[in-house]
C-alpha cells in the first residue's frame, strides 16, 4: 500500500504564491508518475501537472502553464507544486496522486484547501 500526505494549502490573496508537498510512503517502488489533482466546488476533479519520477519530464493543464511548477525529491518520495501568480480561480481541494507501474494514478492523497481571495 501506499499513503500519500499533503500539506502547505492555504488561504491567499490573488497574486501570491503558495507551495504544496506531498509525501508519499509505503510501497514507492516502480513509481511511474506523480501529479496533482484539483477539485473546485461543484465542479468535477481536473488534472493540473504531473512529473515522470525516472525522466523528470513534466505536463501541465493550459490553465496553470507558466504559473505553476511540478517537482520532485526522489531522495524523499516527495512531490512539489509552486503556485505562482494565483487567481481566485484556482481556489480548489488539491489532491496529490502517484502511479505505480502504469501511468494510470491509483493513489490518491486526502486534499489540502487552497483558496485564493480578490
Known amino acids: 500500500q501506499v499513503q500519500l500526505v499533503e500539506s502547505g494549502g492555504g488561504l491567499v490573496q490573488a497574486g501570491g504564491s503558495l507551495r504544496l508537498a506531498c509525501a508519499a510512503s509505503g510501497r514507492t517502488v516502480n513509481t511511474y508518475y506523480m501529479g496533482w489533482f484539483r477539485q473546485a466546488p461543484g465542479k468535477e476533479r481536473e488534472f493540473v501537472a504531473r512529473?515522470?519520477?525516472?525522466?523528470?519530464?513534466?505536463e501541465y493543464a493550459d490553465s496553470v502553464k507558466a504559473r505553476f511548477t511540478i517537482s520532485r525529491d526522489n531522495a524523499k518520495n516527495t512531490v512539489y507544486l509552486q503556485m505562482n501568480s494565483l487567481k481566485p480561480e484556482d481556489t480548489a481541494v488539491y489532491y496529490c496522486a502517484a502511479a505505480y507501474g502504469s501511468s494510470r494514478f491509483d493513489y490518491w492523497g486526502q486534499g489540502t484547501q487552497v483558496t485564493v481571495y480578490s
Open positions: 512529473i515522470s519520477w525516472r525522466s523528470g519530464n513534466t
